[in-house]
């Protein structure tokens, strides 16, 4: 059982994650038996409505890179060589630089701003790190077209007078996309 606040915290830091191993303990006489997994996932108040995940893997044909789920390494796009995320590290550093009040209003009201999140500035005020929250929402909004998305964003740091971040995105790779 997940309590509902470690679902719904808004802390990306602070995600719900779960991680499973399986080893394979005993030898099957059929050396291209299959795995299968059925993870059923449900609230405990509404038993009607579930969903349920199924995997099959199948020996010699995983399409699904390893080192992208195992490894603490950039995750990169294979086709354009950009990172894919900013990350935890980048993110703690841009809330350290936007997240106070700032006379000019170059901070993280401009930046929502900037990036067409406005009318949640209300909302983003009530949080402790309210630039972590704008870069999720505009993260998950962008995805499908980084890297152009990060050049936008770096832009959008210019145009707010802030080089210092836009700084931060232009910093190599390794040290931004590390999910």
Same mark, same amino acid.
């Given at each position: 059982?997940?309590?509902?606040?470690?679902?719904?915290?808004?802390?990306?830091?602070?995600?719900?994650?779960?991680?499973?191993?399986?080893?394979?303990?005993? &030898?099957?006489?059929?050396?291209?038996? &299959?795995?299968?997994?059925?993870?059923?996932?449900?609230?405990?108040?509404?038993?009607?409505?579930?969903?349920?995940?199924?995997?099959?893997?199948?020996?010699?044909?995983?399409?699904?890179?390893?080192?992208?789920?195992?490894?603490?390494?950039?995750?990169?796009?294979?086709?354009?060589?950009?990172?894919?995320?900013?990350?935890?590290?980048?993110?703690?550093?841009?809330?350290?630089?936007?997240?106070?009040?700032?006379?000019?209003?170059?901070?993280?009201?401009?930046?929502?701003?900037?990036?067409?999140?406005?009318?949640?500035?209300?909302?983003?005020?009530?949080?402790?790190?309210? &630039?972590?929250?704008?870069? &999720?929402?505009?993260?998950?909004?962008?995805?499908?077209?980084?890297?152009?998305?990060?050049?936008?964003?770096?832009?959008?740091?210019?145009?707010?007078?802030?080089?210092?971040?836009?700084?931060?995105?232009?910093?190599?790779?390794?040290?931004?996309?590390?999910?």
């Amino acid at each position: 059982s997940i309590p509902f606040c470690h679902i719904w915290g808004g802390n990306r830091n602070a995600l719900l994650h779960c991680a499973f191993t399986l080893e394979k303990v005993g &030898t099957s006489p059929d050396p291209n038996a &299959t795995f299968e997994c059925v993870l059923e996932c449900r609230q405990e108040d509404c038993q009607g409505a579930r969903q349920l995940l199924t995997f099959k893997l199948v020996p010699n044909d995983c399409k699904v890179s390893e080192s992208r789920f195992t490894q603490e390494k950039p995750i990169l796009d294979e086709i354009s060589g950009q990172c894919s995320w900013i990350s935890p590290y980048l993110s703690l550093r841009l809330c350290t630089l936007l997240d106070p009040i700032s006379s000019q209003g170059n901070d993280w009201r401009q930046l929502a701003q900037r990036l067409g999140m406005e009318s949640l500035v209300p909302y983003f005020g009530t949080l402790p790190h309210p &630039t972590e929250m704008i870069l &999720t929402l505009w993260e998950a909004a962008n995805a499908e077209r980084l890297p152009t998305s990060l050049s936008d964003l770096r832009a959008a740091f210019y145009a707010m007078q802030r080089p210092d971040c836009a700084a931060l995105l232009s910093e190599s790779p390794n040290r931004t996309a590390v999910r």
